[in-house]
């Protein structure tokens, strides 16, 4: 089994940042994918971003050359690191990983509050 705990959220003004960690355990070994997906009131979850054990990232257009994802497979932990954000960026942030696509695991969720 794998357990995902998300930590960093928060309420930010708009044009503010915050940095999301998500730190696995467990069967972590297994996770060549770990990334960040995000579901807003009324709205269905969607990627944010993602990221392989080998680096390569893919993001939502929505936050491209806004936030960065990173991951450190030392720790078994992915990063995303939210720059100018937006009222719109407000959702709850899940923490997502697995052995592939569709993500298999996921966190509990942590909630980004982004005020105008």
């Known amino acids: 089994q794998v357990q995902l705990v998300e930590s960093g959220g928060g309420l930010v003004q708009a044009g503010g940042s915050l940095r999301l960690s998500c730190a696995a355990s467990g069967r972590a070994f297994m996770l060549n994918y770990m990334g960040w997906y995000r579901q807003a009131p009324g709205k269905e979850r969607g990627l944010v971003a993602i990221?392989?054990?080998?680096?390569?990232?893919s993001y939502a257009d929505s936050v491209k050359g806004r936030f960065t994802i990173s991951r450190d497979n030392a720790k078994n932990t992915v990063y995303l690191q939210m720059n100018s954000l937006k009222p719109d960026d407000t959702a709850v942030y899940y923490c997502?990983?697995?052995?592939?696509?569709?993500?298999?695991?996921w966190g509990q969720g942590t909630q980004v509050t982004v005020s105008s």
């Open positions: 997502g990983a697995g052995p592939s696509r569709p993500i298999s695991y």
């Open positions: 990221i392989t054990g080998a680096g390569t990232t």
